[in-house]
DNA sequence: GCTTGACTTAGAGTCGACTCCAACGGCTAA
DNA sequence: TTAGCCGTTGGAGTCGACTCTAAGTCAAGC
């Protein structure tokens, strides 16, 4: 798979492609003889893994830590295990939170509503004039 | 309150307040006589608003511009409202994924638990021999 | 009167994550 | 054989959001 190949089929472009091979977070990347790169499907499942560690907010310095666990071998395996155990009670905690700023929008969302029925924002403290 | 005290309600460095005021985040703060800054309570209250939209993902820029409509009063109320819904669809559908990336994120953390239980991650494709 | 410390400003620097540029190579089609 | 692509590289530039620095003001305490 040639670099826009892989590009289309990650929906990430081939700059960040070779700006991520340059950090470390692709490694080993297989070339033609003409020096152009030629994606495999290993390297799909784990640029899938590492968009998914990005989306949910890792830095790429971090997932490059796992890179390099992952390349030292099944001596890692509680090491990493430990790293995404840590990474999805932070996501747990962050959903949690999100939801809570969602609901606290909608109840803001809903005076808004009736603010707009009635032309103004304000809520007087106390009755109108008759 | 004077900047610290805010910072310290806020959560927000004062170096960082002071920014918000300067690209118009934060407008008409009071100042005292020696030219000090003045926070009120609606400060407060509009702080908190602000954050908790930044915390959702909605950049400054944006932010700033539902600045500007609050400034320009009532009827902007219409317009408000939308940019306030189209955030919390937005933070919806951010929600839903989040959820979706920590759920194979766990069953990625299951492979690991059994992995580290054995000592290695490939899972043979044959039984072993006797 | 002098030091200390919190505050002020404009503007420069930093950081993470890209994003682009210039200069070049190799393949194909006219 | 030359034009037009697609690919390569190192390195520079950009962007959002801070974060810090330098130089200054001002009030309080010793």
Chains 1, 2 share one sequence.
Not at 53 to 71: N, S, W
Not at 85 to 100: C, G, P, V
């Amino acid at each position: 798979m040639n670099i826009q190949a892989f590009s289309a089929r990650t929906g990430i472009s081939a700059h960040t492609l070779r700006y991520y091979e340059k950090i470390g977070l692709l490694r080993r990347v297989q070339r033609l003889p003409n020096g152009h790169r030629n994606f495999s499907e290993a390297d799909l499942r784990w640029i899938e893994f590492v968009q998914r560690l990005k989306d949910t907010g890792m830095p790429l310095e971090q997932i490059h830590h796992y890179a390099d666990l992952r390349e030292a071998g099944d001596n890692t395996l509680a090491e990493r295990q430990q790293l995404l155990e840590d990474h999805a009670n932070h996501l747990r905690e962050s959903i949690a939170q999100q939801q809570q700023h969602l609901d606290k929008l909608n109840d803001k969302i809903a005076l808004y509503r009736s603010a707009v029925k009635r032309g103004r924002l304000s809520c007087p403290r106390l009755p109108q004039p008759a």
